[in-house]
């Protein structure tokens, strides 16, 4: 197995387009979740999902954030309308059900919003 | 919410011992987790400790007082390539997704 792998690696977009993210988890893995993670921050939670449910999401994440895990393998995250906030590195991770307390990072992609 | 705290950055030699310590403070606590990021790089798993003690894994060593709301992560023998960011997180609630503290920038020099 190859690992968690995210597509793009990077993505420079104007303010205001519309972006998404694709992330393959760990095949095994039923397990997926999205991180958002600033210079000198430690990655923030966005969202979870459990084979195709989406079981939780921050309070934090505006409405312009949306998930979907369709199959319950790939996930996709889509950013509306996006700001010069939104410019991070994403991650997405995988775990198994056994395993859970194990998260496996892919490398993320960066966004950057001019 | 959850607050984690850790220092911002530490320094060591070769060789030395390093102890990076974190303090939290949750409700429902599910679990102290340590990870490791270089540089441009995502974070990779160390530890979770969800008992009270000492766990050992090789060089690295993770330690939880539930009862202080503190961990610690111990690295021996510590080598060039240790120089990371290391992240200590937490979990709560009915969900074993951590929280993550803004991490400790671990520099090793000769």
């Known amino acids: 197995d190859t690992g968690v792998s995210q597509d793009p690696r990077h993505k420079i977009t104007k303010r205001g387009q519309n972006v998404t993210f694709r992330c393959d988890p760990i095949s095994e893995h039923n397990r997926l979740y999205w991180y958002r993670q600033t210079l000198g921050q430690g990655p923030e939670f966005l969202t979870y999902f459990q084979n195709e449910a989406q079981l939780e999401k921050s309070r934090l994440l505006s409405d312009r954030f949306s998930a979907e895990r369709p199959k319950g393998s790939f996930s996709t995250l889509e950013i509306q309308r996006t700001e010069q906030g939104d410019s991070a590195m994403y991650l997405c991770?995988?775990?198994?059900?056994?395993?859970?307390?194990?998260?496996?990072f892919g490398p993320g992609t960066r966004l950057t919003v001019t | 919410g959850q607050n984690i705290d850790q220092p911002t950055e530490m320094t060591a030699t070769e060789g030395a011992i390093v102890q990076i310590n974190c303090t939290y403070q949750?409700?429902?606590?599910?679990?102290l987790f340590w990870y490791q990021q270089h540089a441009g790089e995502a974070p990779t798993f160390l530890s979770y400790?969800?008992?009270?003690g000492l766990e050992e894994k090789g060089r690295f060593s993770s330690f939880l007082s539930r009862s202080k709301g503190y961990s610690y992560l111990l690295l021996k023998e510590l080598q060039m390539k240790d120089s990371a960011s290391y992240l200590c997180?937490?979990?709560?609630?009915?969900?074993?997704?951590?929280?993550f503290g803004r991490g400790t920038s671990l520099i090793v020099h000769p």
């Open positions: 400790n969800v008992l009270d």
């Open positions: 949750t409700s429902g606590f599910n679990g």
């Open positions: 997180a937490a979990a709560s609630g009915g969900s074993y997704i951590p929280t």
């Open positions: 991770a995988s775990s198994s059900s056994t395993g859970y307390y194990e998260q496996y």
